[in-house]
């Protein structure tokens, strides 16, 4: 059949939908709870069009044009609904994607990813990660006002983290690798969509008191799912600081729940767009209904998950960690507080 996107007329084979007929064409339109290949249902609208026939805004993913539909993918009033879209599902979103110590840094030091490596004595790696970013450590941060121990949510708690003390350390014990390694730092990518969590609630300081220490004490707070994240890569390419509503501090911060093997999953990044639940048998399902609904894990289905899940998750809420056990066990050390208290509740 023939539909007409963007006032350029196109053949659209039978089973295609107008995302994938827009895509295919060159059109680029955002999805979160569409998966290629896998059972999805509308519920984002990130990925919505406008129906000129009847002037409707209706979603792509799930959409089949029918006979000489005309669709506009690209006007004001489409893009303000896939903001407004992607705004919403910020809004009870817990988006700590990146630790504040990180985020402050001058010199673009991972410092949550270095301080991940030196606690789990992976001492080589923990200095890598400095050598990105230092040519000479050492002096860099010696001058340096440490924004990153005045930022550390630790510091809410009891006191900051000892950063520069832990650089200088990892410094001191590889000087010749430093030589020969040392960069002029990173740039850092300042219109990513980042951490708006700020300190912690009086709640939040109370239970994360209990959470087993770390030899650096850090609480590892950055969102361990980052990486692939295409929420805050959304976020990102629409130039969203901050949502116009926030409802995330009704949410629990760090609530990362062991599945199994490598395979993590935190509630309060995920967007109960369903691709899990609707792709897994005996795994994931809907728990309540309305602004209260919640996608759960019950215990007993947590062995059928696998990782190919895990990859269809948009965002960091399901994912599979690092395969160094003893790191993916310091980033989540939060979680077996969660769960002892979610048993006892
Ligand atoms: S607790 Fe760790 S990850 Fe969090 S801000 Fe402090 S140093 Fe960074
Ligand atoms: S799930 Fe995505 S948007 Fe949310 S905190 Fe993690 S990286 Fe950020
Ligand atoms: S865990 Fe991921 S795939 Fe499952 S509903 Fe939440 S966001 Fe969607
Ligand atoms: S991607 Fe189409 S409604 Fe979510």
């Not at 007409?4 to 979160?32: K, W």
């Not at 990660?129 to 809410?156: H, M, N, Q």
């Not at 300190?199 to 950055?222: D, I, M, V, Y």
Request: charged share 25%.
């Amino acid at each position: 059949m023939q539909v007409t996107i963007n006032n350029t007329p196109i053949e659209v084979p039978d089973g295609e939908t107008i995302l994938e007929a827009a895509r295919r064409s060159g059109y680029i339109i955002p999805s979160l709870c569409y998966a290629k290949d896998a059972k999805h249902k509308s519920s984002c609208m990130v990925c919505a069009v406008k129906n000129c026939g009847n002037g409707q805004i209706i979603p792509s993913c799930t959409t089949y044009p029918t006979e000489g539909m005309i669709i506009e993918t690209e006007s004001k009033e489409v893009l303000l609904v896939r903001t407004l879209s992607l705004e919403l599902l910020l809004s009870d979103h817990r988006a700590d994607c990146e630790a504040p110590c990180s985020m402050v840094c001058p010199k673009g030091l991972d410092v949550e990813k270095m301080l991940l490596y030196y606690d789990s004595g992976c001492y080589e790696e923990s200095y890598a990660e400095i050598a990105k970013a230092f040519r000479l450590p050492e002096i860099g941060c010696d001058t340096c006002k440490a924004p990153c121990e005045k930022a550390c949510r630790r510091s809410t708690i009891d006191k900051p983290v000892n950063i520069r003390g832990i650089i200088k350390e990892m410094a001191g014990i590889q000087t010749t690798t430093l030589l020969l390694t040392g960069t002029n730092g990173l740039k850092k990518d300042k219109n990513k969509f980042f951490s708006r969590l700020g300190r912690f609630t009086n709640h939040e300081r109370e239970r994360l008191k209990q959470t087993t220490s770390t030899p650096s004490g850090c609480l590892h707070c950055a969102c361990a799912g980052r990486e692939g994240c295409k929420l805050r890569m959304y976020a990102t390419v629409e130039g969203i600081k901050r949502p116009r509503y926030d409802l995330s501090s009704m949410l629990t911060v760090m609530n990362k729940t062991h599945v199994n093997g490598n395979i993590w999953f935190e509630q309060s990044k995920c967007i109960r767009c369903g691709i899990c639940v609707y792709n897994s048998e005996n795994g994931f399902t809907f728990k309540d209904r309305g602004f209260g609904m919640q996608v759960v894990l019950p215990e007993e289905n947590k062995p059928h998950i696998k990782e190919e899940l895990a990859t269809l998750c948009p965002t960091g809420a399901l994912y599979v960690a690092d395969s160094k056990s003893q790191l993916t066990k310091l980033r989540n050390s939060h979680s077996s507080v969660v769960e002892n208290q979610q048993v006892k509740n």
